[in-house]
């Protein structure tokens, strides 16, 4: 049976939701699911790392075509040599994905998300394109959901109900 995957996608830079986002790597893995980040620095590490300390399965689809690019939690590299329109392939290899902060490539996954209809948790306590894509009228769109979390607790919530 296949497991269910979760893209968690978020800034490369250190945010001050490392701690968050290691939280949220846990309980991925602690569930069974398998964790994709664009396998780089930032959110994405911190996730890798908690996902990781719990035995894990963690993909990085990272930008460049080199295995050594992602970070060292990644027990899975995928080099794309894509730069950022790898963002494509990390909601397409989604089944659930969670927006912490994030800036322009955050956004980018985030309108990818739209328009493949994927399920989108945004983290509105890690401020960036998390919490302002919620209050963005982008459009009208009815497919999947998009659901906000305010702390770490119920971000796991809703990756249980969605994934």
């Keep these: 049976m ?3 995957q979760v893209v968690v996608i978020g800034s490369s830079d250190e945010t001050g ?3 968050e986002a290691r939280a949220i790597g846990r309980f991925i893995a602690d569930r069974g699911y398998v964790l994709i ?7 994405m590490e ?4 908690g996902a990781s300390e719990r ?9 460049g075509d080199g295995l050594d690019e992602a970070n060292r939690f990644c027990s899975i590299v995928i080099p794309t040599g894509m730069g950022h329109a790898r963002n494509a392939i990390n909601v397409l290899a989604a089944d659930v994905i969670v927006a912490i902060g994030g800036k322009a ?6 309108a990818y998300a739209r328009i493949h209809c994927k399920p989108l948790i945004c983290c509105l306590f890690a401020g960036g394109w998390s919490a302002a894509f919620p209050e963005a009228a982008i459009d009208d769109y009815q497919g999947a959901p998009v659901v906000t979390a305010r702390d770490v607790e119920e971000t796991c919530r ?3 109900k969605l994934a």
């Excluded at 490539?105 to 985030?110: C, F, N, R, V």
């Design 55 to 63: 035995g894990g399965t963690v993909i990085g689809i990272v930008p």
């Design 158 to 160: 809703h990756i249980e």
């Design 37 to 43: 980040t664009g396998g780089r620095g930032g959110i």
């Design 17 to 19: 939701f490392n701690d």
């Design 46 to 49: 911190a996730a890798s790392r």
């Design 105 to 110: 490539g955050t956004l980018s996954e985030i």
């Design 2 to 4: 296949r497991k269910k």
